[in-house]
């Protein structure tokens, strides 16, 4: 075994729990608030809103490519985790 290996695969195993918790089935919903072909205006508007919306948690915004192979444009997508209201 390669030194650190163990840890490394702890910490690994520890943080794919964290997130299935957090973000896992009945936790809350992904909203898709950003949608396009263009790359350029993808680029442009994560830009706009590293710049304009400091307050955002990165951690809870996914960012999807959608390969269109040759019939299709590749679809970008920012979503944004929205968490169930918790009694």
Not at 22 to 50: H, I, M, N, Y
Request: aromatic fraction near 12%; glycine fraction near 6%.
């Amino acid at each position: 075994m390669v030194p650190g290996q163990r840890k490394r695969k702890r910490q690994q195993e520890r943080e794919r729990r964290e997130w299935a918790e957090r973000f896992g089935e009945g936790a809350g919903r992904w909203e898709a608030v950003f949608s396009t072909q263009d790359p350029d205006a993808w680029k442009a508007e994560l830009q706009r809103l590293r710049r304009e919306e400091p307050s955002i948690e990165w951690d809870t915004v996914r960012m999807d490519v959608f390969c269109g192979r040759l019939e299709h444009p590749n679809t970008y997508r920012l979503s944004v985790f929205v968490p169930y209201d918790t009694p």
